[in-house]
């Protein structure tokens, strides 16, 4: 159908005639060829935007035999832009179907495509002498350079059409200065896209949008409405209810142009046209099209894609949002890291944010770029100057929530939170370490036989025996107790005997009989990272075996026996300062306790550590 819009065809049918629009017999043509008046840079705009439509769709094909490469990058660069290219062609093949039926227009009432990439004209070998047809000129860089690039000048004639006083033009023009000196100050005036750049608006008519949109009826109404009619049901606050603006404005007008019934203007016929246009989640003009060009901007678009509430629920219903529950009321992030997607980002590092919205695979990586990410966080881990725990845990995190939400329960999902577990006990994070730990207990499950997914099982239930001792401790956690006792009775006769778990058993057993001394000499032999959730112990077993000694010892003893007992080894200045908290007397060389006259009061220099 665009061939229709090629400019000085050769008729080729006999007794027919092109009358610019289609081939009609020569005897009942009754008009002359439409001569378009209106032109840019001296060419007809139809014939120009037409041949942006040949330059993109050529600019296409010539993207779409990479859409097959092995090669994930460049399939993923090539889908992108052979969207671009393809998206370009419609929106100048719209173009040209508006100046044609608008021969006296000067502007479209949408934004106009920009010219394609390195486009230039020059006779085609299969064309007529008198037509041309747009290529693209070679790539490789020329002599010299001219003043402004074509896309430059057409972003500043889009930017400029809206302005309707010269004021607004000040402004407008101000800003795209601070553009063209940052891309100058750059030095990528020449290389840099001008068409994927945001237009600048006039800062008034931003205002008087903005506030039309609030104040007018069709507003009011839809915020009426959406707490009766919301595309999920009951919406739960004002603000929810993000109306957008092009929306309104079109629904407003197919209310006004709508063409009274025979006995009248009604509501009846209202009521009809509005159920004929019920909401299905997208607009499918104005924001429909607009929404289209934005997914193209920046890294994916996405911010500029979602930022209509009605599409952002469109998405919400399209991945299940009904199925999980959340028909009428607000979802939470738990709801949607039910939603299952495909992940097709590529990018490494990306930080941790809760899902507010439905997971969009834009923003998810897929497992292979998951798997190296991880292998990169531990090399990065054993490097002496490694990064802060706050960047590990949220890149982890991160790993954690794309791994949910992609549904990925194998091997590597359990190498992920054993890797977060591990590095939060070394951080004294117990908070992470039980999120992990929780979601290691139901993945050993799922994955029972996997031997290679199950391989560190017994270093887990190792820091479990060990959590729910310190978790005994705490008195206002009353399943400490049960907990241990049911974790006890699932252990089998091989696992007891692991030499971790045995270490495990042995430390339960001290911290039961308050045995100091056993306590201590286990903390000295823990294996793997054991040792650091013992040190949430030591506060309550270092007072209690004071008290001990200060009672079996009288009336006095030895400092550096004491030190060893409560394991502060061969530091005698921190055991010092911890007696003297503790209100011990000691001698004037401070190497004698007198433990008769002594009256203990608990440490303030050690602080118990609690999750409630």
């Known amino acids: 159908m665009y061939a229709n819009y090629q400019q000085n065809a050769t008729a080729q049918q006999p007794e027919m005639t092109w009358n610019g629009t289609s081939w009609v017999p020569s005897a009942t043509l009754h008009t002359t ?21 040949h330059a993109y769709t050529e600019q296409a094909q010539r993207w779409e035999p990479h859409l097959q490469s092995p090669d994930p990058q460049l399939r993923s660069d090539a889908d992108q832009q052979y969207r671009w290219a393809k998206y370009q062609a419609d929106e100048s093949s719209r173009a040209a179907h508006f100046f044609h039926q608008n021969p006296g227009a000067t502007m479209a009432p949408f934004d106009l495509p920009p010219p394609p990439a390195h486009y230039t004209e020059v006779n085609h070998s299969n064309s007529a002498p008198s037509s041309h047809n747009p290529t693209f000129a070679s790539a490789q860089p020329s002599g010299g350079k001219e003043d402004s690039p074509a896309s430059l000048k057409v972003f500043v004639h889009r930017c400029l059409l809206p302005c309707k006083t010269q004021k607004e033009k000040d402004e407008v023009m101000e800003q795209v200065q601070k553009l063209i000196q940052e891309a100058i100050m750059s030095n990528n005036l020449h290389i840099k896209d001008w068409s994927e750049v945001p237009l600048v608006r006039p800062q008034s008519t931003s205002l008087q949008q903005q506030q039309s949109v609030y104040t007018s009826p069709a507003y009011r109404q839809a915020s009426q409405n959406s707490s009766k009619h919301g595309y999920y049901g009951p919406t739960l606050s004002p603000e929810t209810a993000n109306i957008s603006h092009f929306a309104i404005q079109h629904k407003s007008a197919t209310k006004r142009n709508s063409t009274p019934s025979y006995y009248g203007p009604g509501d009846i016929s209202e009521t009809l046209q509005t159920k004929k246009r019920k909401d299905n989640g997208f607009d499918q003009s104005t924001l429909a099209l607009q929404s289209r060009e934005k997914r193209f901007v920046g890294p994916g678009g996405i911010g500029e894609a979602s930022s209509s509430s009605n599409a952002v629920e469109g998405f919400g219903r399209f991945m299940g949002r009904e199925t999980i529950g959340g028909k009428t009321g607000k979802l939470t992030e738990e709801d949607f890291e039910k939603m299952t997607v495909k992940g097709t980002c590529l990018k490494m590092e990306k930080e941790y944010l809760r899902l507010t919205a439905p997971p969009r695979p834009e ?82 499950r799922i994955l029972h036989g996997d031997t290679e997914a199950t391989k560190n099982i017994r270093e887990f239930l190792a820091y479990r025996l060990l959590y729910y001792v310190f978790l005994m401790g705490n008195r206002k956690y009353t399943g400490g107790s049960s907990d241990l006792f049911h974790l006890m009775l699932s252990l089998s006769p091989t696992e007891k005997e692991d030499p971790a778990i045995h270490h495990a058993l042995l430390v339960r057993e001290a911290v039961a009989e308050l045995n100091y001394h056993l306590f201590f000499r286990l903390r000295r032999s823990c294996p793997n990272l054991g040792a650091f959730l013992m040190d949430h112990i030591v506060p309550t077993m270092r007072f209690n075996g004071l008290q001990q000694i200060c009672r079996a010892y009288r009336p006095a003893v030895e400092m550096d026996f004491v030190a060893q007992e409560l394991g502060f080894g061969e530091d005698k200045e921190s055991c010092r300062n911890y007696l003297l908290s503790c209100s011990c007397l000691l001698s004037e060389d401070g190497a004698i306790i007198n433990t008769k006259d002594t009256v203990l009061s608990e440490s303030d220099l050690e602080q118990k550590d609690s999750l409630i």
């Open 33 to 53: 060829h439409t001569t378009y008046e209106t032109s840019l840079n001296g060419k007809n705009l139809v014939q120009l935007y037409t041949e942006y439509y």
């Open 363 to 444: 923003l998810v990586r897929p497992e292979a770029v998951l798997r190296q990410h991880s292998e990169n966080m531990k090399q990065e881990r054993r490097r002496p100057n490694r990064r802060d725990y706050i960047w590990f845990c949220s890149q982890l995190k991160a790993i954690r929530q794309d791994c949910t939400v992609q549904r990925i329960q194998n091997s590597f999902t359990i190498d992920v939170y054993e890797t977060h577990a591990r590095i939060a006990l070394e951080e004294n994070d117990l908070n992470e370490y039980n999120q992990c730990q929780t979601q290691l207990k139901e993945l050993y």
